[in-house]
């Protein structure tokens, strides 16, 4: 990874910490912490709150639609 990669994961990647957190509450928070630094990162691109808002939840509404959990075998 060259400088410059290094330095912009820096500016839009926020670590979430692992220690002191559940499970589920671990999750949540890398879920916020990812979704603010894509954020970040599409306002900085030049993208509108609006567009912003569209793009995420389109992802989001892909990721939900195509989820299928493992079924547990009997």
């Known amino acids: 990874?060259?400088?410059?990669?290094?330095?912009?994961?820096?500016?839009?990647?926020?670590?979430?910490?692992?220690?002191?957190?559940?499970?589920?509450?671990?999750?949540?928070?890398r879920m916020h912490f990812s979704i603010m630094d894509q954020m970040k990162l599409m306002h900085k691109s030049g993208m509108s709150q609006e567009e912003i808002k569209k793009t995420l939840l389109s992802n989001i509404t892909e990721i939900i639609d195509n989820f299928e959990p493992e079924s547990k075998s009997p």
């Open 1 to 29: 990874m060259s400088d410059d990669e290094s330095s912009e994961h820096e500016m839009f990647v926020t670590e979430f910490p692992k220690k002191g957190f559940g499970i589920v509450d671990y999750l949540q928070g």
